[in-house]
């Protein structure tokens, strides 16, 4: 069984609300509904009776919920022991736009200055970013679309100009009258 299940299973249980634990845990309200589906149909049981407007741990849940805290405190604390083993890992993630921009050509001169640490760099979908700097499953996190949170400090490494370019067979009148959409991220601008 996935940990993130029994997080997603304890964010819920505080929240009391499946669409609240979704945003809270950057995911998706259906996959935070698969999450707990799964969960009890691992337990065969159900974990939580739904009403109209409100929604309440069953005694299954109510069992389940002690368990689920100790398994991810002790997770954590694994993963912590872990990392304090004599060879340091530097695990970074980012956007593709940010591996474009920024980090391919900053991995070499880091691993230079720092010959002793292992560096482990993923590529990964802004949502998927997100939520494992919230897992604190990464230790830097590189997007080039700032995240909206209290809990992440933000550091601006760098800004690029961008530059718009069209063909020559254009006219000059043509190029003019064209509807121009330019899309970077979320930050989406027409012209």
């Known amino acids: 069984m996935d940990i993130r299940f029994l997080v997603t299973f304890m964010e819920v249980a505080e929240t009391r609300h499946f669409g609240k634990a979704a945003e809270n845990l950057y995911l998706t309200q259906s996959a935070v509904s698969a999450r707990i589906k799964q969960l009890e149909e691992y337990f065969n049981s159900a974990l939580f009776v739904r009403n109209r407007n409100s929604l309440q741990l069953t005694v299954a849940g109510e069992k389940l919920l002690p368990y689920a805290e100790t398994l991810a405190k002790t ?93 020559s067979k254009l006219s000059a009148e043509t190029a003019k009258s064209q509807f121009i959409h330019i899309e970077w991220g979320k930050n989406t601008v027409s012209l």
């Open 75 to 167: 997770l954590n604390k694994a993963r912590q022991a872990l990392s304090d083993e004599n060879v340091q890992q530097l695990t970074i993630a980012c956007t593709t736009n940010a591996w474009d921009l920024h980090l391919k050509q900053q991995l070499t001169p880091l691993k230079t200055a720092f010959p002793e640490v292992a560096i482990k760099a993923d590529v990964l979908t802004n949502e998927q970013l997100m939520r494992m700097v919230h897992e604190h499953a990464i230790d830097l996190a590189v997007t080039t679309i700032p995240f909206k949170s209290d809990d992440v400090e933000t550091i601006e490494l760098c800004a690029s100009s961008l530059a718009l370019y069209y063909s």
